[in-house]
């Protein structure tokens, strides 16, 4: 059974809970969770990264900022491409590790607070991240507010193929967040940032799921990362129907 996460509510089997378990290890900062993943903490790495930067063709010298950056592989990416990366992660671990990746290209902030002014960034990168903000809708409020009018914005995300808001999991479930295609799509225009493309990539989530199954053991212990509920406690037997998808979304002049 899984050790680390953050907080799980679950009910033993054997009807003593429920009960509440606590770490303050978030999935993305799990060694086991890590070794799966690679750098690029997000199913398809930087194979995603260069289609969204194959399709906006960004001129040399943009200003762009991945915002959740993690441990900084797409930060990295973006300053060897000769773009002018910055990125911030609201996990001092991350942010640190992405600041040793990239020196002085990296700080620790929260999405809901972009220390930038308005309009500064020709474009900002959110991979994996949206679903797991705790307040989407001030995290996408900033992030609309830095990129400059005619910019964009490149999301890749769980999302609900089938089900409610909420299926995805609870509390510190990777998939708590997820919305269906065309909420997700929806909450995007609300902030002024219409999606252009939309590409399914579910097959990147098949992919990195596979291996999580090989670094810890069990696919219900994949399950509990991306839903939050642990192994044997109640919910654990729902199976959200989760998808990963790619968006291109202009900022509105
Ligand atoms: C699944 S990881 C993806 C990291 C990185 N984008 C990547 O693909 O490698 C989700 C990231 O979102 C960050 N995050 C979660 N909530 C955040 C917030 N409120 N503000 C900034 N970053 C946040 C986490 O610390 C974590 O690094």
Redesign the pocket.
């Known amino acids: 059974m899984a050790t680390q996460g953050a907080c799980w509510a679950w009910t033993p089997l054997d009807g003593t809970g429920p009960t509440v378990r606590c770490s303050d290890t978030?999935?993305?900062?799990r060694a086991d969770v890590r070794l799966a993943?690679g750098?690029?903490?997000?199913p398809g790495?930087l194979a995603l990264t260069e289609r969204a930067l194959d399709v906006l063709d960004f001129a040399a010298g943009s200003r762009l900022l991945?915002?959740?950056?993690?441990?900084?592989?797409?930060l990295a990416h973006l300053a060897d491409a000769g773009f002018r990366a910055v990125g911030?992660?609201?996990?001092a671990?991350?942010?640190a590790e992405a600041a040793g990746r990239v020196p002085g290209r990296a700080l620790r902030?929260?999405?809901?607070a972009l220390p930038f002014a308005s309009g500064a960034f020709e474009g900002v990168?959110?991979?994996?991240?949206l679903s797991?903000?705790?307040?989407p809708e001030a995290?996408l409020e900033e992030i609309a507010r830095v990129i400059v009018p005619g910019g964009y914005l490149v999301v890749?995300d769980l999302y609900l193929r089938a089900g409610e808001p909420g299926s995805g999991g609870t509390g510190a479930g990777?998939a708590a967040g997820a919305l269906p295609r065309e909420l997700a799509e929806a909450r995007l225009a609300r902030h002024g940032l219409p999606s252009v493309v939309f590409e399914d990539h579910t097959r990147h989530l098949i992919d990195l799921s596979c291996r999580l199954v090989l670094e810890l053991g069990s696919a219900r212990e994949v399950m509990a990362v991306l839903t939050g509920r642990e192994p044997g406690c109640a919910g654990d037997g729902e199976k959200p129907r989760l998808g990963y998808g790619l968006w291109i979304c202009r900022k509105e002049a």
């Open positions: 978030k999935p993305y900062e993943t750098d690029a903490i997000r790495g991945d915002c959740g950056c993690g441990a900084g592989a797409t911030c992660d609201v996990s671990v991350l942010a902030a929260e999405a809901g990168f959110c991979e994996c991240v797991a903000l705790d307040q995290g890749s990777c």
